[in-house]
């Protein structure tokens, strides 16, 4: 019998066909569950947002939510460290201190999960950037080519919920160096960033000051959106980045790689970052 040793990992009987022969078996599955963010501010209390994920880092999870869609002030990390977050029955309660402003205009949301998408009716890249407040990722990293598949090799074997399971995508930090300083999982794309971007504040740091981040699947507009608002400086995809994604990676000066291989990768924007050490 498979153990579980997450949150996120349920254990569930199934019929098993393989070859020419068939059995019962137990099988680990990954967790879906619904969570709704709820913020107090200044004695109002506002669902923030509905969302379906795994139920595990939920702390991560709505700090880097509120973070990146710019609810709270995107200049300091130390301010998390005041935040206090009850979950229970299906919901996160976050309430955060009356002394710091925040925006509920939901003018950045990108929650596909919610009705008050405000990407809805966006149809250019300035209209999106406008969203980004102008931020700009500076350009202070450079990789080796030869490095960026390990990254991603290092950050698949971390993967401990999608080893068990199959069914949940991952999202991690690096530096420069290679390491992983933060990895999250989830059943949603958007989830496992927000998660990842979250322990980073939690540690009281600033996301790009590590500056790498690394996504298990495609990228997205609502990814680099993301990584856009976190000022990451590169953004390395084992799957395919739409036509949006490339178009606010360049505009935001981040350099977006997808497609990785052992042996190959697509770099779509500013490749300046890039360097072969041949």
Excluded at 16 to 42: C, F, M, Q, T
Excluded at 73 to 81: A, D, K
Aim: proline fraction near 3%.
């Amino acid at each position: 019998m498979v153990e579980t040793h997450h949150d996120g990992i349920d254990v569930r009987t199934v019929n098993r066909y393989d070859g020419k022969e068939s059995s019962i078996i137990n099988d680990a599955i990954s967790v879906e569950a619904a969570l709704r963010i709820i913020v107090e501010h200044r004695g109002e209390v506002t669902l923030f947002s509905t969302t379906l994920c795994t139920p595990q880092d939920l702390e991560d999870l709505v700090i880097g939510l509120l973070w990146s869609e710019g609810v709270v002030p995107n200049s300091s990390s130390e301010i998390f460290s005041t935040f206090t977050i009850n979950t229970e029955n299906g919901e996160s309660h976050a309430i955060i201190p009356d002394s710091l402003e925040v925006d509920f205009s939901g003018s950045g949301r990108l929650q596909n999960s919610t009705p008050s998408c405000g990407w809805c009716g966006r149809t250019s890249v300035d209209e999106v950037m406008e969203l980004l407040s102008g931020k700009i990722s500076r350009t202070s990293i450079t990789l080796a080519i030869q490095d960026i598949s390990d990254m991603v090799e290092r950050v698949k074997i971390q993967q401990s919920i999608f080893a068990l399971t199959g069914g949940v995508h991952a999202s991690a930090l690096l530096n420069r160096a290679g390491d992983i300083e933060y990895l999250r999982e989830d059943i949603g794309r958007h989830n496992a960033v927000d998660k990842t971007l979250g322990s980073c504040l939690r540690d009281g740091r600033i996301p790009a000051e590590i500056g790498i981040l690394v996504l298990s699947g495609r990228a997205g507009l609502e990814l680099i959106h993301k990584a856009a608002m976190a000022e990451i400086e590169i953004v390395i995809s084992v799957g395919a980045p739409t036509t949006m994604a490339i178009d606010i990676a360049r505009a935001a000066n981040i350099t977006l790689i997808g497609f990785v291989k052992t042996d190959s990768m697509n770099i779509y924007t500013h490749p300046q970052r890039i360097r072969s050490d041949e």
